[in-house]
Every structure is written in structure tokens, then in C-alpha cells.
């Protein structure tokens, strides 16, 4: 049974930083790629960031140069490191793997492309 866990979410002030743990198992994801959405209070889930197979990351524009994604393949695990964090990055981390294995560019945008979800992660950022 495939399952991702998140963890790392908590309070912050702004400007301070966090690192999201998203670890799977249930199946090597070394050929799927992971992305990172987010939900903030009355608002829909939006894309974050997303790394593919490859390697390769891609970012929305709010968050470029603010978040890294990177992954280790010996522990199944993708992180989020968030810096320089605003009230506005608040809101439930999820992660989620591609559900095409394989897929060719730097990863999908669409929520609609992952099979599997994360439970998510709170993330408060204090003003």
C-alpha cells in the first residue's frame, strides 16, 4: 500500500524558514515525480513546486528563489525548504507523486496528475 507522510509543518515567524519531509512508502518513486501543493483557508489547492524523475524542478513564480525542492532516493523522501517565509505562505503542505511513471518534463502543475496524496502539514507563518 502506497502512503506519504508529510512532516515539518508548525509556527513560524516571518521570514523564518522550514524544511517539509515527505516520506513514501509502499513503492520506490525514484522513476515518478513528487509534487508539493498547498491550501490556505478558503482558497482552492494551488501548485507549489514540483521535481519529475528526472531530477528536474519547476516552481509557481510566488515562491521562486523562496523554495527548494530536493529528494533522497535511498529514503524514498522529497523535501520542501522554505525560506524567508510570509503570512501568505500559510496554509496545509501536501505532497503527492505523479501517477505516470516516467513522465517527461519538469513536472506536472495539474493536481489532477497525482495518484497518490499526503495527509498535509500545517504551516503557520506569524506577521
Known amino acids: 500500500q502506497v502512503q506519504l507522510v508529510e512532516s515539518g509543518g508548525g509556527l513560524v515567524q516571518a521570514g523564518g524558514s522550514l524544511r517539509l519531509s515527505c516520506a513514501a512508502s509502499?513503492?520506490?518513486?525514484?522513476?515518478?515525480?513528487m509534487g508539493w501543493f498547498r491550501q490556505a483557508p478558503g482558497k482552492e489547492r494551488e501548485f507549489v513546486g514540483a521535481r519529475a524523475w528526472s531530477g528536474v524542478t519547476t516552481y509557481v513564480d510566488s515562491v521562486k528563489g523562496q523554495f527548494t525542492i530536493s529528494s533522497d532516493n535511498a529514503k524514498n523522501t522529497v523535501y520542501l525548504q522554505m525560506n524567508s517565509l510570509k503570512p501568505e505562505d500559510t496554509a496545509v503542505y501536501y505532497c503527492?507523486?505523479?501517477?505516470?511513471?516516467?513522465?517527461?518534463?519538469?513536472?506536472?502543475?495539474?493536481?489532477?496528475?497525482?495518484?497518490?496524496w499526503g495527509q498535509g502539514t500545517q504551516v503557520t507563518v506569524s506577521s
Open positions: 503527492a507523486v505523479d501517477a505516470q511513471r516516467l513522465r517527461s518534463g519538469p513536472g506536472t502543475r495539474r493536481a489532477s496528475d497525482y495518484g497518490y
Open positions: 509502499g513503492r520506490s518513486f525514484s522513476t515518478y515525480g
